[in-house]
């Protein structure tokens, strides 16, 4: 038995996280998560904050599913005090969402793509990813970490130009996730180190929790919040699922996923130019604690506030998704027949490390020590 | 050597060749568009500048810092670009657009919308006079009157400040920031998680620490509920009332904003050595003065004179008097010509009272009542047949 | 003699997050994208510390990191340029009360800085361009002297 240590800087790892691999020969029997390089401690920075001055902290919970984390923030105030968020906002902001969904899913295709040593195909997604970067720098006035969400609705409106240029790339974005996909189906490659590597099935999802497009791909569709969604019911919104559980069916059920994001997106906008009225709302908030729940890219997040008059936080708890399917790794890891196949699969879960590291503390009840929440 | 694989199995399909030659990047997919915001923020309009330091208190960051500028004798903002996150929160608080980043003032504009701030302003009931010196202080209206006191709208302040200063009462006007916030709430949660651990064990050494039973002021109530996690007995914040308590003393520690409160917390003038002093030549005794004064025991109407006088021992200066006036009879002065006069007012007011209190006793000696004189007769009668 | 002149020209950049969210690396890794191509500049993105000449920092130092940050400065070989990039690794940003030991030059010599919440790629090409050649010269001093000292 070996331990092959990886990271916290590693050439294949984008974010700083530290892997043990226990191996024996080539075969991997365990691996050991050492996490804590990117905690700061959002929700001890925002205790006593204003609500406005989280939502910019919120946003910077992770930075590629930095819009989800604000909408759900959002959504959390306006349950608590009862804030009516016009008809234009919402679907602006499902529309952003649904970009963000798709440049999320691309760069953890590429990433895979880079991962199992088919570069063309890596950088041709993140080609493809800087189209929709366009459409959301154009929308909100910023690339990542947009500043378009506020409570009460959306900062800004779109405009005539805006709508058709997101028509004209949308089409140029199927045309191009068409060939993808169809590259994703036939190459040779891709499928030799896809299929059969990194399996998780029904039984060990339930048992770890995992979510998102992990849980998607082992028979589990009912586990996309978006079904619950007020907006997204008026869509008539189908989730998209696999069975086979293995690192192929993940990065598929991404690719799908985008094909049926960009229908998302084209219903949204005949319903928001059929809509009138603002985008924003003056607020008046109230103070009381709420738990709101959204589908992020990377599977379900959740926000609990407790708040006072005038919209000071007081409490808050983030729940990401990335924590959950971190669990999963350890059962995919049976099925890794080599340690680069434990790299690969490891990528094909997405995970997201800004997003994980949340303060997870354990108290003994006896003594009164606490100690943080380790991965083993 | 996979790449390659790749690019001859696509050649071979010839799907590549098209998307390989028309390979080029537009000179205009590296221009920003127009909405795209370049930290920083530009002082675009500095003249326009009220240096109300809402930005300042705006920036989640801690980037803006008010710096005093000789060109315009005044403090403007000064932004550090190393801290800068582009999130617009100082651009949409300004009351007076000053501010701008990429083209938000143009599509937005700036206020009525909430503003987030560091210090935080809330007005005590029990010492507002309801003069309203800080709803003509303040910048952007909005402060108003509600029946019973004068309220700040949380929402919409921009924590400038200007009302403390207008103010003429000493700590009517309580300010909490994010310090003091995040220290309450740390302690509460401390002092909760003690009691949820000794839980069961001695709870009586902590009993009666304060002499009463807090009260609730509801204007400063902030519904934090930092009183109800630490409270062993119950609070029942939509009626602002205490149901049950072991006077532990814990709620009045965490309140951020002294709501929690036992005790008269007397009403005390910032301006110690003036008073208003009304000029009893120009009075014309329409009492206009005695009765806008919110204050108790302020002023007093002269027995003598029947004009009124200023105590300048309760009087808090607000000036309402002074500026409800019709014939301009009040000024300010010393405060010790006003107490000469208090005085010599008060003690010929006094004398008077006591000598009309003399004459009811005196009065009432050498009245008799019809019953009583009917008992005295009925018991010299009386007396006259035993004899 | 060949592999010496093509190594003067080339420049590999070590990508290190310090504990940022992520923003900043995204858009780091898009510089690859063929729209930008960094690679045509001849900067080759390789996180590796041993052999990079650039390290692009990007994030608030966390606690766990700060001497993981001086070791990774240690392990990188001489002629070297740190670049800060972001508005956390400048001044630690919106996480200044968090749970962060201070902004980068606090803890290593910080040679430039692409300020921005993330900055454009066009603004970091920009950059990078501007302190390659900075670091080429140093390199070229480095390789005189030690051929001097031989």
């Known amino acids: ?376 | 050597m996979a790449s390659a694989i790749w690019y001859l199995y696509e050649l071979t399909k010839k799907k590549f060749i098209k998307k390989f030659l028309n390979a080029k990047t537009d000179k205009e997919y590296t221009l920003p568009p127009k909405r795209y915001r370049k930290v920083p923020p530009t002082v675009v309009y500095p003249e326009k500048c009220i240096s109300c330091g809402a930005c300042e208190g705006s920036c989640p960051s801690f980037a803006i810092e008010m710096v005093y500028c000789e060109e315009f004798s005044k403090k403007i903002p000064m932004i550090d670009i190393g801290a800068c996150i582009s999130c617009g929160n100082c651009v949409e608080s300004c009351p007076t657009k000053v501010l701008n980043i990429g083209n938000l003032i143009e599509e937005i504009g700036s206020l009525p919308w909430n503003v987030p701030k560091y210090t935080n302003l809330i007005i005590d009931e029990e010492l507002c006079v309801n003069c309203g010196s800080c709803k003509l202080a303040c910048p952007i209206d909005v402060i108003e009157y509600d029946g019973i006191t004068h309220v700040i709208d949380l929402n919409s302040c921009i924590g400038c400040k200007k009302c403390i200063e207008a103010c003429p009462v000493e700590g009517a006007i309580k300010t909490y920031d994010e310090a003091l916030l995040k220290s309450k709430i740390e302690l509460c949660y401390k002092l909760k998680f003690n009691r949820m651990i000794k839980e069961g064990e001695n709870g009586d050494s902590v009993k009666n620490k304060i002499p009463e039973v807090p009260r609730i002021v509801k204007s400063l109530c902030i519904s934090c509920e930092n009183c109800v996690d630490v409270c062993s007995g119950s609070i029942d914040l939509n009626n602002h009332r205490v149901v049950e308590c072991i006077q532990c003393g814990d709620c009045i520690e965490v309140c951020p904003t002294e709501s929690m409160r036992i005790g008269e917390i007397p009403k005390v003038s910032k301006i110690k050595d003036k008073c208003y002093i009304i000029y009893e030549d120009k009075c014309i005794g329409c009492r206009i003065c005695y009765k806008s004064c919110n204050v108790e025991d302020a002023i007093f109407i002269s027995r003598e004179t029947r004009l009124p006088y200023i105590n300048p021992d309760k009087c808090v200066r607000c000036g309402l008097c002074f500026r409800e006036c019709p014939v301009e009879a009040i000024g300010l002065t010393d405060k010790e010509d006003t107490l000469r006069i208090y005085n010599i007012r008060r003690a010929k007011d006094r004398f008077l009272s006591l000598i009309k209190k003399d004459l009811d006793e005196f009065s009432k000696k050498y009245v008799f009542s019809k019953s009583d004189l009917l008992k005295f007769s009925e018991n010299k009668v009386e007396e006259l047949l035993k004899k | 003699m060949i592999k010496e002149f093509f190594r003067k020209r080339s420049i590999n950049v070590c990508i290190v997050n310090t504990g940022g969210c992520n923003g900043c690396d995204i858009e780091l890794v898009s510089l690859l994208a063929s729209r930008y191509d960094i690679e045509q500049y001849g900067i080759y993105v390789h996180n590796n510390p041993r052999e990079a000449d650039v390290l692009l920092v990007s994030g608030p130092v966390t606690l766990p990191w700060k001497n993981r940050l001086k070791e990774l400065y240690e392990k990188t070989p001489e002629p070297k340029i740190v670049v800060a990039v972001g508005a956390c690794a400048l001044s630690c940003g919106i996480f200044k009360e968090g749970n962060v030991c201070g902004p980068v030059d606090k803890i290593i010599p910080v040679d430039a800085t692409i300020p921005g919440c993330p900055p454009r790629p066009s603004e970091i090409i920009q950059a990078i361009l501007k302190v390659a050649p900075i670091a080429l010269s140093k390199r070229e001093e480095h390789l005189k002297k030690i051929a001097s000292e031989n």
């Not at chain 1, 992990?214 to 619950?228: F, H, I, K, Y």
């Not at chain 1, 009225?277 to 407790?306: F, L, P, Q």
């Not at chain 1, 936080?313 to 099925?335: F, G, H, Q, W």
Request: aromatic share 8%; net charge positive.
């Open chain 1, 1 to 376: 038995m070996n331990v092959v240590p990886l990271g916290p800087i590693n050439p294949i790892f984008k974010e700083p996280i530290r892997i043990k691999l226990i191996v024996e020969g080539e075969t991997v029997l365990g691996a050991e998560i050492e996490m804590g390089y990117v905690h700061r401690g959002i929700e001890k920075i925002m205790e006593g904050k204003h609500y406005l001055k989280g939502i910019y902290l919120a946003e910077r919970v992770c930075g590629i599913c930095s819009y989800i984390h604000t909408w759900t923030f959002a959504e959390c105030i306006e349950h608590i005090s009862n804030i009516e968020v016009p008809d234009k906002a919402r679907y602006l902001r499902v529309l952003t969402t649904e970009l963000e969904r798709i440049h999320s899913h691309l760069i953890a295709i590429s990433v895979y793509g880079l991962s199992i040593e088919h570069e063309t195909f890596g950088i041709w997604c993140l080609n493809t990813r800087e189209h929709v970067m366009d459409l959301l720098e154009t929308i909100t006035g910023n690339r990542i970490n947009m500043g378009f969400n506020v409570v009460g609705g959306v900062r800004q409106d779109i405009n005539k130009e805006m709508i058709d240029k997101i028509y004209k790339k949308l089409e140029e974005l199927r045309n191009d996730m068409k060939n993808i996909l169809e590259i994703y189906n036939t190459g040779p490659l891709i499928n030799l180190r896809g299929r059969g590597v990194g399996v998780i099935g029904y039984k060990e999802i339930m048992k770890t929790r995992a979510v998102g497009p992990v849980a998607r791909a082992s028979a589990l569709p009912e586990s996309d919040w978006r079904l619950r969604h007020p907006t997204y019911k008026e869509l008539k919104f189908k989730p998209v699922w696999a069975k086979e559980g293995d690192n192929s069916a993940r990065t598929l059920v991404r690719i799908k996923e985008i094909l049926a994001s960009i229908d998302l997106i084209e219903k949204i906008l005949e319903l928001y130019q059929e809509s009138t009225g603002a985008v924003r709302n003056r607020v008046n908030i109230k103070g009381g604690s709420g738990e709101w729940k959204n589908e992020a890219h990377r599977g379900e997040v959740t926000y609990k506030i407790s708040l006072t008059d005038g919209g000071i936080i007081k409490r808050i708890i983030i729940r990401s998704p990335s924590v959950m399917n971190l669990e999963a790794y350890k059962y995919m890891l049976k099925t890794c027949p080599t340690v680069s196949d434990a790299v690969t699969t490891y990528i094909s879960i997405d995970p997201c490390i800004s997003c994980t590291e949340r303060t997870i503390v354990l108290v003994d009840k006896k003594t009164g020590k606490t100690k943080p929440y380790s991965f083993k």
